[in-house]
């Protein structure tokens, strides 16, 4: 009896291995290019950080959807600021920057905070002064796009939409400076909802898995369109935008983050995982939790457990499906999966 238990657990053991889907790499969206870099160092043996930094850094160079990195997402001055995250699921050390002010390389700041600092966020303009410490260059992040689009925002569309509520002059008609007024449920109230899709508003998320079977996790935006200055949103919040565990797996969240990050979606659905639960039904409870409270929010998680299985759940993008990319050590290329975003999710 125990010789046949002793081959059944072999068996098991070589049938498990060989599945074996590690390395592997997942990312928001189709930010096919970051995929690929990522990959490129996974498979080579590189570290899953690595990964993680390089593939975001790609897309804050090529301007992924012009909603990552610089010469996107004007705040209400004009000015593009950054957030980015890491997270080593190793040792469970996370380094992330917010409203990053005139440094493109928002994903290796946050890097830096995480090699070079016991903190974990750094924010703003003494970010920036961090960064200028490490070696990186300032300059400016406005283009001539950006700002057309804010001249255009401004000057066009007298400052609509904007994120004030309860201020004069009236928000939902005309542009700052505001003042705060008493009683503003009845006055004043800008109900005019902000449109969120995804070309005012996306992250990249990835979540990569190496050879050693360690995990890391990051994002980088320029976070929302005509944001009102010194906004952060969840990307660069640990347990929101993304969330890494060696012992679980990852995950990353991308969405109307001033909503999102109220339910640390990302650690709930690590937590999920670590439960038990499929990376598809993880991902599915983080967003749940957020549309029971929020019915008209836009976001979606990504999730990937440790033995290489991954799934995605969406939210609030109409009939488009959610699009985001893996690539593992089984497939000759990335694969650009799709989840449906219909509600409610089961
Ligand atoms: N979550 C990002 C933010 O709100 C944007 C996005 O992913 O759509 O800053």
Not at 64 to 72: E, R
Not at 112 to 136: P, W, Y
Not at 201 to 225: E, F, P, Q, Y
Request: contains cysteine; negative net charge; glycine residues 10%.
């Amino acid at each position: 009896m125990s010789k046949i238990c002793i081959f059944l657990s072999l068996t098991l053991a070589l049938f498990v291995n060989s599945e074996q889907n590690t390395p592997i790499v997942i990312t928001t969206w189709n930010f096919v290019n970051s995929t690929i870099t990522a990959w490129n160092i996974l498979k080579q043996g590189g570290y899953s950080l690595d990964a993680i930094e390089r593939g975001t850094s790609i897309c804050e160079e090529q301007q992924c959807d012009g909603t990552v990195g610089y010469g996107g997402s004007p705040d209400e001055d004009g000015e593009t600021t950054l957030d980015a995250l890491i997270m080593d699921g190793r040792t469970m050390n996370v380094g992330a920057v917010a409203a990053l002010r005139r440094v493109k390389h928002a994903a290796s700041v946050a890097r830096h905070v995480l090699e070079h600092t016991k903190h974990s966020i750094l924010v703003g303009e003494l970010a920036t002064q961090f960064a200028v410490r490490m070696g990186f260059h300032e300059e400016t992040l406005t283009t001539p796009d950006s700002k057309r689009m804010w001249l255009k925002w401004y000057y066009r569309d007298h400052c609509q939409p904007n994120f004030w509520m309860g201020v004069t002059p009236d928000p939902s008609k005309f542009c700052g400076p505001y003042s705060k007024i008493d009683n503003f449920r009845h006055k004043y109230y800008n109900w005019l909802p902000i449109k969120v899709d995804r070309f005012n508003h996306d992250t990249i998320g990835m979540v990569a898995i190496d050879r050693k079977g360690d995990v890391a996790a990051g994002t980088s935006t320029n976070g929302a369109k005509f944001k009102i200055p010194g906004r952060v949103g969840d990307s660069p919040i640990p347990g929101s935008g993304a969330y890494a565990d060696n012992t679980v797996g990852g995950a990353t969240a991308t969405g109307d983050g001033d909503i999102m990050l109220r339910f640390l979606p990302s650690f709930l659905a690590v937590e999920e995982m670590r439960r038990g639960a499929s990376p598809t039904e993880a991902a599915r409870t983080a967003i749940n939790r957020i549309a029971t409270h929020y019915p008209d929010f836009m976001g979606a998680v990504i999730a990937l457990s440790i033995d290489g299985a991954y799934g995605a759940a969406c939210h609030g993008l109409g009939d488009d499906p959610f699009p985001f990319v893996v690539q593992d050590i089984t497939m000759h290329k990335y694969k650009i999966e799709k989840v449906n975003c219909s509600w409610p999710l089961h």
